[in-house]
């Protein structure tokens, strides 16, 4: 049995998702830790030929029903993938870039410059930390040095208070962004849209940050896909690794050949 098609260990509930008509789907998925590694800082993340190859047969399969929805900016997103998937949901869904490259921002109100200012600030003490600014959310990565993991949700949260900014937690990183849409809140739009709109969601992600999305693809008719360790969530289905994630992905193009 591969990794695609066993249950997660010790989990009961969930398992492996069945194989989809992708002529019957519209697809969505993170990056980091869904279709990319996990890594220690997110430049160390970039293009990768066989996820190049996979995308691209996905996106020729799908009638370009594919998006990508994460925390990464839109530029990083295009660095990471090359530039090769349009839809695109970035900052958590503050940025939306629809298959026609029409992009929308959110014109949230809050002080993002302090925030950022803020937590380069509290960077300075640890060099392990480390601060990304996306323009509409600032990010405190914290995977180079987890035992500071409570200091930074708490100077995030105070923040958040003082300068009118909403928290987002997420793997090993805290993040102050502007208020405005989520991950599923983007999935909803790009379904209201060509060439998604009449067609099943699934969504496939791995952190706190993809429930949206999840719950977005449910209510939709559809359902979502946990990748990695499991927690409480409200994908229906769950695969074990990225590595586990590309097998079922590239199942779903076999079947559809």
């Given amino acids: 049995m591969n990794d695609a098609a066993r249950p997660l260990a010790g989990d009961g509930v969930l398992t492996a998702p069945p194989i989809p008509r992708l002529a019957e789907i519209a697809l969505f998925a993170d990056l980091d830790g869904t279709l990319a590694p996990l890594e220690a800082t997110p430049d160390a993340v970039g293009p990768d030929k066989s996820r190049r190859r996979l995308l691209d047969a996905l996106r020729l399969a799908l009638g370009g029903r594919l998006a990508v929805v994460s925390g990464r900016s839109l530029p990083d997103l295009d660095r990471v993938l090359e530039g090769r998937i349009p839809a695109l949901g970035a900052v958590h869904g503050l940025i939306r870039r629809n298959a026609e490259n029409h992009i929308v921002r959110s014109t949230g109100s809050g002080r993002m410059g302090e925030a950022v200012r803020a937590f380069r600030d509290f960077a300075k003490t640890d060099r392990n930390l480390l601060v990304e600014d996306k323009e509409v959310a600032a990010a405190l990565h914290y995977r180079g040095e987890p035992a500071a993991e409570a200091a930074c949700r ?23 962004r502007r208020p405005g849409p989520n991950k599923g809140d983007a999935v909803r739009a790009f379904m209201a849209e060509g060439p998604f ?21 449910r209510d939709l008719g559809g359902y979502g896909i ?11 289905y769950a695969l074990e690794s990225v590595a586990a994630a590309r097998i079922w992905l590239d199942q779903t193009l076999g079947a559809a050949k």
């Fill in 154 to 176: 708490d100077l995030a949260r105070r923040l958040g208070v003082t300068l009118g900014l909403s928290v987002q937690e997420g793997d090993m990183v805290v993040e102050l």
């Fill in 197 to 217: 709109t009449g067609f099943t969601p699934v969504f496939l992600g791995d952190d706190l940050t993809d429930e949206d999305g999840f719950k977005a693809a």
């Fill in 226 to 236: 946990i990748v990695g360790p499991r927690r409480p969530t409200s994908a229906r």
